[in-house]
């Protein structure tokens, strides 16, 4: 596609649900990158690929976060139980491969736990 | 390790006048660095980068930045402020063959009229 699809835009969600968030990057961008926004803070790295490998899961917060990529394109991150300090925006960014650092990012997902 | 301080949290200037978000380094191997500005509800967009070469750079929207070794600093720069200038600007540091970015908290620009 033109540009980082990330889907949905919202979720509202209760506490202690499943959430799915995913990403779908630029077409033939082989790196591929989750951040978490919190409210008045920066970007927290979480994870990312490049392909359908993770080489850095360092930023993942606990064992409720995981993420994967499927056919070097579209990538899910799970979070299983939810909290409320999960609520955050969650950016997904794409590149054309690990050196090449002009990151294009997706306009996010706002997830609201209640 | 990489890590990048912006100072200040909220900036606010006069439409017309000159714009200076703050932005110091810290990394073990010499820096690529990066300026991303973010509008209300949107993704955050890239200004311009540094990775060798000339310390000058000028990115998009008339912003430019310099690098300064001995000062750990990549602040940037705009002569006169539009009102569309303002949004949340975030400085990032890597090294090469380091992934990924690392974000400073970003500083909020305001513009007055």
């Known amino acids: 596609g033109a540009g980082v699809s990330q889907s949905p835009s919202n979720k509202v969600t209760e506490k202690g649900k499943d959430v799915e968030l995913r990403c779908d990057p630029i077409?033939?961008?082989?790196?591929l990158y989750w951040y978490r926004q919190r409210l008045g803070q920066g970007l927290e790295f979480l994870i990312y690929f490049q392909g359908n490998s993770a080489p850095d899961k360092s930023g993942l917060p606990s064992d409720r976060f995981s993420a994967e990529r499927t056919g070097e394109s579209v990538s899910t991150l799970t979070i299983q139980r939810t909290q409320q300090e999960d609520s955050a925006v969650y950016l997904c960014?794409?590149?054309?491969?690990?050196?090449?650092?002009?990151?294009?990012f997706g306009s996010g997902t706002r997830l609201t736990v209640v | 390790a990489q890590s990048v301080t912006q100072l200040g949290s909220h900036v606010s200037v006069s439409e017309g006048a000159l714009v200076l978000l703050r932005c110091n380094y810290s990394?073990?191997?010499?820096?690529?660095l990066f300026w991303y500005v973010q509008y209300p509800n949107q993704g955050l967009q890239l200004l311009l980068k540094?990775?060798?070469?000339?310390?000058l750079v000028k990115g998009i929207n008339g912003f430019e930045a310099e690098f300064k070794k001995s000062e750990t600093s990549f602040h940037l720069t705009k002569p006169s402020a539009h009102m569309s200038d303002a949004a949340e600007y975030f400085c990032?540091?890597?090294?090469?063959?380091?992934?990924?970015?690392?974000f400073g908290k970003g500083t909020r620009l305001s513009v007055i009229a």
């Open positions: 960014a794409s590149s054309l491969d690990r050196d090449d650092y002009g990151y294009t």
């Open positions: 990032a540091v890597t090294g090469r063959g380091n992934t990924p970015l690392v």
């Open positions: 990394s073990s191997v010499p820096p690529y």
């Open positions: 540094y990775t060798t070469g000339a310390t």
């Open positions: 077409s033939g961008h082989t790196a």
